[in-house]
């Protein structure tokens, strides 16, 4: 190989390497920059204490109301939900769909939110937590 192509090579390696790091860098913090509207009130590290709600580690697949050491709603905590993409969804969006999904009753829990509205917000948000587990 001659030098020439081995600089070109070592060039090409080093374009492939950081293009890598940027989309890394870049999907991380998409998806950190959307899950801060529920950083507010929620973590989401195994083990830690949530803040003023749950911690969501693992939330995904689980059943609602049943992270220990917080105290939930007697209507969550009594409602059957299991957290799939399609209950999370119609929990994070807006309040009509939050009642046309779970009925009136949702309203008895703590979470005041007012919804994601954009799809692209929503679908970034819901893989993170499918992730988290």
């Known amino acids: 190989m001659s030098e020439y192509t081995s600089i070109v090579l070592k ?11 940027i989309a890394v860098v870049g999907t991380a913090y998409a998806i ?10 929620h973590k989401i590290e195994k083990g830690k204490k949530g803040g003023m709600g749950p911690n969501l580690w ?7 109301g049943q992270v220990e050491k917080y105290r939930y709603s007697e209507w969550l905590k009594e409602s059957g939900i299991i957290w799939t993409r399609e209950t999370l969804q119609a929990w994070l969006s807006n309040r009509k769909t939050r009642e046309e999904y779970f009925g009136k009753d ?9 919804g994601i509205k954009k799809e692209e917000d929503m679908n970034a948000i819901l893989d993170y937590l499918e992730k988290q587990k």
Do not use: N, Q
């Open 58 to 64: 693992g939330i995904y697949g689980s059943p609602a």
């Open 106 to 114: 949702v309203f008895k829990t703590k979470m005041m939110w007012t």
């Open 11 to 21: 060039i090409i390696m080093i374009f492939v390497v950081l293009f890598g790091l």
């Open 32 to 41: 950190d920059k959307e899950f801060r509207k529920c950083a507010g009130c």
